[in-house]
């Protein structure tokens, strides 16, 4: 059985050495066939101009209106009245990269929350997917719904699967059509932002890999600065 995020965290010491572990153990369960074809995925990723234009350090993020977990709409404007935000675009529960990093933001959120910030969690999946994965990985933030990747499409963050990667995802039981309520099989890649009160990045993580996430550390680093 699978370890759980919180578990791992604990085993591994931090979120980068946990995310090694899982990309170690894909590699040592599944198929040469099947490694080839991410390996490929992620060689297109990398080599590609995703996220060049995605908002950098002092400029304005975009204003935007997504439902949360619940259905609730709401707007940056709404969250940055509150304070600084964290922005996390994750590509859903189903990512054992992403429940790591959901699960490494949550054990940062006292110290995020004590130094006056927020923290969002931004996700394509719909039809109740979003509650079930905040409830699944036991997270006390908010998850927005981007439906269709409409925003992540904007900031150009987004990409298309593959034919082989959406067959080798397909063979492991997940089936992004329901999850996103369309058959255009595209993902965010792993992207994270602090926001301050005027909606300025003050910090901007875009990374095409989507084994690699950012340290908590530098939200809660950058939080105190603002």
Known sequence: MALDPYERLDRDGSLSAALESVAAEFAASASPDM???YDRLLAWLRSGAIGLEAPRIGEPFPDFVLPDQDGRLVTLHDLTAGGPVVLSFFRGGWCPYCGLEMAAIERA??????????IVGITPEIHGYARET??????????LVDIDNGL???LGIVFRLPTDAVEGYKSRSVD???RQGNGAWMLPVPATFVVDRE??????FVEPDYRVRLDP??????VKTL
Not at 136 to 143: A, K, S, T, V
């Open 35 to 37: 490694v080839a074809v």
């Open 109 to 118: 959120r006292p110290a995020i929350v004590a130094a006056g910030g927020q």
């Open 134 to 143: 905040m409830e699944l990985r036991r997270l006390g933030y908010r998850l």
């Open 152 to 154: 992540a499409l904007s």
């Open 176 to 178: 992004l059509e329901p």
């Open 199 to 204: 909606a300025i990045v003050r910090l901007a």
């Open 217 to 222: 550390e530098a939200l809660i680093d950058t």
